[in-house]
């Protein structure tokens, strides 16, 4: 009974802001009850670590996304479609996959990086994974991915939830020359891309300050700043290469525009209803490959190049 308690006097400030945000998201409908759960628990993996900057990394990203879907919410409902009747379309509430699509990698990396932290001979001697002579470059790394995971997750979102409101007409990202109807998955503009880039600069400008400012009081030395950045932003890319090959886009015969489905779910398509592109991930699913690849990519080159967020 100690150890609940003191967690969570430990934690007080970090609690408060999930209440507050589990009631904001209940009262607006901005996630579904599944997904509120999923938030708690994602909020309550981040709270595991010692490093208070990842939780206010997913609170932000949480507040930026919700500010960036409102832009012209009325404007993006007319652009699109959903795809549960002829309306008009736009972001509904948010469900349980959707948020471990765009937490989940963090979730992992930060799970691993508290066990790394944590470590003991006992632990060591017990379990198939051992500290050895590459744990000590893990643990530095581990943080990097955390931070570009949710840089990459935030350009993304900035890119898509503002871009589509960009007045040139978007094009093909694996095939220029192509114009494509806005909210086609693949679609980017170059507003959208500047976009991205903003979102990403906010995401790593907070986890800046976070570190210097709250444990464990670390400064991030502007070469890591400036990867993490243009891993964001190379998130952004990746999501919408990912979109236009593996990903389908449907669309409605008689008015033009893309069906969007509810939750980042697969469309059926049938009737008025067109196909293009390879179907083989839904939009979760493209989310979560890219924040696992952006991770993945950011690990590699903070590996190979020494940097960390604990260089000073």
């Given at each position: 009974?100690?150890?609940?308690?003191?967690?969570a006097?430990s934690?007080?400030?970090?609690i408060i802001?999930t209440a507050c945000l589990?009631?904001?998201?209940?009262?607006?409908?901005?996630?579904?009850p599944?997904?509120i759960?999923?938030?708690?628990?994602v909020a309550?993996?981040?709270?595991?670590?010692?490093?208070q900057?990842?939780?206010?990394?997913?609170?932000?990203?949480?507040?930026?996304?919700t500010?960036?879907?409102?832009i012209g919410?009325?404007?993006k409902?007319?652009?699109?479609?959903s795809a549960t009747d002829?309306g008009e379309?736009?972001?509904?509430?948010?469900t349980s996959?959707?948020?471990?699509?765009?937490?989940?990698?963090?979730?992992?990396?930060?799970?691993l990086h508290?066990w790394?932290?944590?470590?003991t001979?006992f632990?060591s001697?017990t379990?198939?994974?051992s500290?050895?002579?590459?744990?000590?470059?893990?643990?530095?790394?581990?943080?990097?991915g955390?931070?570009?995971?949710?840089?990459?997750?935030?350009?993304d979102?900035?890119?898509?939830e503002?871009g589509?409101?960009?007045?040139?007409?978007?094009?093909?990202?694996?095939?220029?020359?192509?114009?494509v109807?806005?909210?086609?998955n693949?679609g980017?503009t170059?507003?959208g891309?500047?976009?991205?880039?903003l979102g990403?600069?906010?995401?790593?400008?907070?986890?800046?300050?976070?570190?210097?400012f709250?444990p464990?009081y670390?400064?991030?030395?502007?070469p890591?700043?400036a990867?993490?950045?243009?891993m964001?932003?190379?998130?952004?890319?990746?999501?919408?290469?990912?979109?236009?090959?593996?990903?389908?886009?449907?669309?409605?015969?008689?008015?033009?525009r893309v069906v969007?489905?509810a939750?980042?779910q697969?469309?059926k398509?049938?009737?008025?209803?067109?196909q293009?592109?390879w179907?083989?991930?839904?939009n979760n699913?493209?989310n979560?490959?890219?924040?696992?690849?952006?991770?993945?990519i950011?690990?590699g080159?903070?590996?190979?190049?020494?940097?960390?967020?604990a260089?000073?």
């Open positions: 009974m100690d150890l609940p308690l003191a967690f006097r934690h007080i400030p970090q802001g589990v009631g904001y998201a209940h009262l607006r409908h901005k996630l579904t599944g997904g759960l999923a938030g708690i628990l309550f993996i981040h709270m595991l670590h010692p490093w900057a990842f939780f206010w990394l997913l609170i932000l990203f949480f507040l930026l996304g500010v960036v879907t409102r919410h009325k404007a409902a007319r652009i699109t479609q002829t379309g736009g972001e509904g509430a948010r996959a959707q948020v471990f699509a765009n937490s989940g990698t963090a979730c992992v990396l930060i799970l508290v790394l932290l944590n470590s001979p632990t001697s379990l198939p994974l500290p050895g002579p590459y744990f000590p470059v893990l643990e530095s790394a581990l943080p990097v955390v931070v570009a995971q949710y840089a990459a997750v935030a350009a979102t900035f890119s898509s503002l589509i409101l960009a007045k040139s007409q978007p094009f093909l990202i694996t095939a220029p020359w192509k114009k109807p806005p909210g086609t693949g980017v170059f507003d891309l500047l976009y991205g880039g990403s600069v906010l995401l790593v400008q907070t986890a800046a300050l976070a570190l210097k709250l464990p670390i400064i991030l030395a502007p890591t700043a990867l993490l950045i243009g964001g932003l190379l998130g952004s890319v990746i999501d919408s290469l990912l979109g236009a090959v593996v990903q389908a886009t449907v669309t409605d015969k008689g008015t033009g969007e489905g939750g980042g697969r469309v398509v049938g009737g008025e209803r067109v293009m592109g179907d083989l991930l839904t699913g493209v979560f490959a890219m924040a696992a690849l952006t991770s993945v950011a690990m080159c903070a590996w190979t190049t020494d940097l960390s967020l260089r000073t």
